[in-house]
């Protein structure tokens, strides 16, 4: 069946790094690609989509780029801060029947 | 507009005791979804309703859990008799989209249920 897969954490980087999570993904079809924030104490929130293959979504200067011949959506950011500390799943959607399987996440930890 | 409401925020209970979720979604979205997220991991689809009838429901341990949406809009959540593995957060989700609509551009979700069995 459909998964997603994605680095393990926790990811330690230091203010203005340069961050990557990587994430590939399993679909017999051409899903919908996505990734979530959790804040710590708060909800998941939508970051950032793609629908499909060279699209890229972009969101508070997180990048990702649905590559279909590698399968991967990797999630980037120029220059992290502290505030983005949190955890990021990604996550694919078959249009078919639109359930969302999530990775199991990756904890950031951006240090001052 | 609203975001999906759910309640309560937190729960703590026994272990074979039973306990019920609820869960209002977005206005007139006809689809919703229950997930767990156990710590440490990503959410897991429990149970898919699309207005008032099942679309998915392979995940759900079917022998302790059940959930409704008896008029297509409100939808609760039980488990009964609780384990100690069932500790975790128990989001419910809601989309315009439902099968064979596209493109899919997520779902919002509530701020779950934080649910600790002892």
């Known amino acids: 069946g459909d998964s997603v897969t994605q680095m393990e954490g926790p990811v330690t980087l230091s203010e203005e790094a340069f961050l990557t999570i990587n994430c590939t993904y399993t679909?017999?079809?051409?899903?919908?690609l996505f990734w979530y924030v959790q804040y710590p104490g708060e909800g998941l929130q939508l970051l950032l989509k793609a629908t499909k293959a060279d699209d890229k979504g972009s969101n508070k200067g997180f990048e990702a780029t649905y590559r279909k011949e590698t399968t991967s959506f990797h999630l980037e950011k120029g220059s992290v801060q502290v505030s983005d500390s949190a955890v990021y799943f990604c996550a694919l959607s078959d249009r078919l029947d639109d359930k969302i399987i999530f990775g199991k996440g990756t904890r950031l930890h951006i240090l001052p | 507009e609203a975001g999906v409401a759910q309640s309560p925020r937190y729960k703590i209970i026994e272990k074979r005791q039973s306990v019920a979720f609820w869960c209002n979604p977005i206005?007139?979205?006809?689809?919703l979804y229950w997930y767990q997220q156990i710590l440490g991991q990503g959410p897991k689809l429990l149970i898919q309703f699309q207005n008032n009838g099942v679309v998915d429901d392979s995940q759900l341990p079917k022998d302790r859990f059940s959930a409704e949406r008896l008029k297509g809009v409100d939808s609760t959540l039980k488990i009964q008799p609780a384990k100690l593995e069932d500790s975790a957060v128990y989001l419910c989700?809601?989309?315009?989209?439902?099968?064979?609509?596209?493109?899919?551009?997520?779902?919002?979700f509530g701020s779950g249920t934080r649910l600790t069995v002892v």
């Open positions: 206005s007139g979205h006809a689809t």
């Open positions: 679909a017999t079809g051409y899903p919908s």
């Open positions: 989700a809601s989309t315009g989209g439902g099968q064979g609509n596209f493109p899919n551009y997520g779902y919002t």
